[in-house]
């Protein structure tokens, strides 16, 4: 057995739900005023960063698991790198409703992502136990082109 250890990010995207990104996916913590962040179609947003629009998804709406607020004042979001199908390096942003924190790992600590409860695993491409629950590692390449395919049909 491997004494390798892994580091992931622990994401609050809603009161009582927290998912994981893995330690180099998360790029930086953000504050976000209403104003920087717009609506498109189908429920998508962009948020207005460093002179652009990225795309920013609201996981715990996503996974069905809770409806947050439209975007009133100010915001937490985690600016996250992903690539799209032709290996592009572009990021996305996710609201949180708290400070993520990094985590330390062990193999020994994967789950199968079949055993996760709905809707997670037609969103997370691997899962771990850590402190007396499972958590999924959000696909971020599948969720963001996801997101941005939706916006470009409708």
């Known amino acids: 057995m491997s004494d390798q250890q892994l580091d992931a990010w622990l994401l609050p995207v809603a009161d009582d739900v927290t998912i994981a990104i893995g330690r180099y996916e998360l790029k930086y913590i953000e504050h976000v005023a209403a104003s920087d962040v717009k609506a498109s179609l189908k429920g998508a947003r962009d948020f207005f960063w460093r002179g652009r629009y990225i795309p920013v998804l609201d996981v715990a709406t996503l996974a069905e698991v809770e ?3 439209p975007v009133a004042e100010e915001r937490i979001v985690a600016i996250v790198a992903y690539e799209d199908i032709a290996g592009n390096l572009l990021m996305g942003a996710i609201f949180l409703v708290d400070i993520p924190q990094m985590i330390h790992l062990h193999p020994s600590q994967n789950v199968a992502v079949e055993l996760l409860s709905r809707p997670w695993p037609q969103l997370a491409h691997a ?15 599948a969720l ?6 939706k916006k470009r049909v409708h």
């Open 67 to 69: 409806t947050l607020p």
């Open 127 to 141: 899962a771990f136990f850590h402190q007396q629950r499972d958590y999924p590692v959000l696909n971020l390449s």
């Open 144 to 149: 963001f082109v996801d997101q941005s395919a």
